[in-house]
């Protein structure tokens, strides 16, 4: 495990919530630069575009706390890229629910992959991101849908409301695993 971790208190899950603006800025960036997904191609591009400010605010968080490399706003976004893009595929991008869960439960697996392929070098742990990322990305969506946003439009990522709840599951497990990690190297230096 390279990279130590900082003093880890509940202060991250309060920086980590503040990184829930990539989703609606990045949508925003996604919608005004694409426009709707309609298929393929295009959810891989919003989802790269919406990815790279998610993967953004997210690393500007954990910088701080893990010394995570810029690498996590390239692997957010390609993640993104291809579970939208995934997604669209099995969906035809579709805006219905269980389309929109479908398309957040590839976009979960591909993102939470991506970047644990970053994490397991900090973490102790890491295996469990991409479970949680996976979780969480169709809540995000399922939370979207139900505040009545026009999920019609064909966005690349869920709006405001879901991101809320994506940060507040994310960061939590996010400080239970580093709390873990730094919890281990402290016996470990107890024992030796």
């Known amino acids: 495990m390279s990279g130590a ?15 829930f603006l990539g989703f609606p800025l990045g949508g925003l960036l996604a919608i005004e630069v694409v426009g709707a997904i ?16 998610i993967g953004a605010a997210q690393w500007l968080v954990l910088r701080r706390y893990l010394r995570i490399s810029t690498w996590w706003v390239v692997a957010t976004a390609a993640g993104l890229a291809s579970g939208n893009a995934i997604g669209a595929v099995m969906t035809g991008a579709g805006t219905e629910l269980g389309d929109l869960v479908l398309t957040g439960l590839a976009a979960g697996v591909a993102v939470g992959l991506a970047q644990w392929t970053l994490l397991s070098a900090h973490l102790r742990i890491a ?3 991409p479970l949680v990322v996976t979780i969480a990305w169709p809540i995000g ?18 709006g405001a409301t879901g991101a809320l709840v994506f940060a507040a599951l994310t960061g939590t497990a996010m400080w239970l695993l580093m709390r873990g990690t730094a919890r281990a190297g402290l016996q470990r230096s107890a024992s030796t």
């Open 141 to 158: 969506w399922t939370v979207t849908w139900a505040a009545g946003v026009d999920v019609e439009r064909g966005y690349a990522v869920f």
């Open 38 to 53: 309609d298929g393929p191609a295009r959810a891989a591009l919003a989802g790269f575009l919406a990815g790279s400010v």
């Open 127 to 129: 295996i469990l991101w």
């Open 5 to 19: 971790t900082r003093d880890i208190d509940w202060s991250f899950v309060a920086w980590w919530m503040l990184a």
